[in-house]
């Protein structure tokens, strides 16, 4: 067989790191419950919570190889994967550069924990490279970013900010969540840590809650010294689930940023829809950093109602696409994220993030787009 690094996607998606059924020559990866594994005369030590099982050393290749890494961990949760990794190089004195825009529980750790570890933090005022310059220390360890960002799909230059990293001998990190690894491929820039909520693409099913991070060896050791203490080990049955899922990622992503451009022409033409958000479109504000740095826009789009129209009443009304939170499965959900995600914001902060109180965001799943777009037509013609 090739290489893993000359292999195509799907390939890598259906193939790397599966186990072998020596014993009944199964097609799929037998599944190891054990906890219990022997302790003498073996090379390795393995126990869940040292995030060494088969199950997940086998997830973890085809992980790392999505990443084009050499080593990757998974979690219980995209959390465990965020929190771990920034505690893993994070110390007391030691300072942090954060996105002004995060995911709501990054931005939640951050602010309601860091100050017990005695851990400094900077949000930069803006997506711009030069505000993440501005706020850079002599104490500042590490420099976090997500890309494309919730809700408005608004990018950072990857590359700008792991040039920046660099220079100054700090550890560079994304939340690669939004984009995939189909879509958006980070250490082509020259990022050090890829960090995903696997609930999200990966799982693809809206059935799995579980998180992973990509990176060279040296710094999956230094966050598997701290994931260990942390205990934040996915379940092996659940390892199994995910290894199954990304068989799929690439054909569900491709299909979801078809329809997501679809539907965001669609949308853009609309005489009820005021504003699109969607990086594939040339009216978005960062279109030609998306062309410079993703493979692919994503199936994430957002979009504003005309004044006048109840987006609550809108939602309710539609038969097809669900109203709920989270995102990326196959199914086609939204929410206003004014009264989910950003509901605990006052409305002042919310106009300064420029997030309307009729911003609906659309995760785009595989559906046909001409049903999804009748929904919405019903949907609006009931109003
Ligand atoms: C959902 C999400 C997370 C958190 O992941 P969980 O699996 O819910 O812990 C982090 N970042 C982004 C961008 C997300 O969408």
Redesign the pocket.
Known sequence: MKKTDQLGINTICTHVGELKDEQFKGAVSPIYLSSSYQFYDVDVKRYPRYFNTPNQEALCKKIAALEKTENALIFG??????STSLMAFLHKGDHVVLQET??G??YNLVIEEFNKFGIEYTFTESLEIEDFKKVIRSNTKVVFI?TPS?PLLKLVDIKAVADLAKKHGIVSMI?N??ASPINQTPIDFGIDIM??????YMGGHSDI???AVAASNEHIDKIWNIAKNFGGSLSDFTVWMLERSIKTMNLRVKCQNENALKMANYLEQNPNVDKVYYPGLESHENHELAKAQMKGFGGMLSFELKEGIDSMEFQRNLELIKPSM???GVESTLLSPSQTSHALLSPEERAKQGIKDGLIRFSVGIEEVEDLIADIEQAIEKL
């Open positions: 949760s995209g959390m465990a994967a965020i995060l995911y529980g990054t997500e919730n939340d969540t939004f960090i995903h909520s696997a609930t999200k809650l579980a998180g989270s995102l990326a």
